[in-house]
């Protein structure tokens, strides 16, 4: 794996530009590190006795991004892309008979909607809600990193596993 699959940060620039590319460097590892892998490698729940997967790390930061961004900022009140279950339980990463390139496709997707709301932003003190709480644009970029940090750690594990990849 090679940093060119990644946009490089912005180094020096404004705040809402460094933000920004840093949260699509992160976006761009997880695609990085889920690259040139099959269906069943992505599926694969390979550091045990955790569940989680590649695939379910794409499903799942689906939803947050589309929680944060199309539903906190953006206002838009955009249901579940992967439904609780019967027993209430969230199902992103429940993959084994996941459709893997529509995972992927809703993630993208989702991605890309998220960029357009940030875009249309006036400024980083722009504000959405969840409940009673107000967050600030600025909050939800810093929590995306945060969240898409975390699993790129996740991530690096299970691709070591799978076939021995490491890196950044």
């Not at 794996?1 to 590892?29: C, F, H, K, N, Y």
């Amino acid at each position: 794996m090679i940093d060119e699959q990644r946009t490089r940060p912005v180094l020096v620039g404004d705040e809402r530009a460094t933000l920004t590319s840093i949260l699509q460097w992160q976006r761009d590892t997880l695609m990085m590190k889920c690259a040139g892998l099959s269906e069943e490698q992505l599926r694969r729940k390979a550091v045990a006795p955790s569940g989680l997967s590649l695939l379910g790390l794409v499903r799942h930061l689906a939803e947050v991004e589309r929680g944060w961004f199309r539903n906190v900022l953006g206002g838009e009140g955009v249901g579940g892309y992967f439904p609780k279950n019967e027993a209430g339980e969230r199902t992103e990463f429940h993959v084994d008979d996941a459709d893997v390139a529509g995972s992927f496709r809703i993630w993208e997707e989702t991605c890309r909607r998220s960029r357009e709301i940030v875009d249309a932003a006036d400024s980083l003190d722009m504000t959405g809600h969840f409940g009673d709480e107000s967050y600030s644009l600025h909050y939800i970029l810093t929590h995306m990193i945060e969240e898409y940090a975390r699993h790129n750690g996740h991530a690096d594990l299970l691709r070591e596993v799978i076939d021995g990849t490491t890196g950044e």
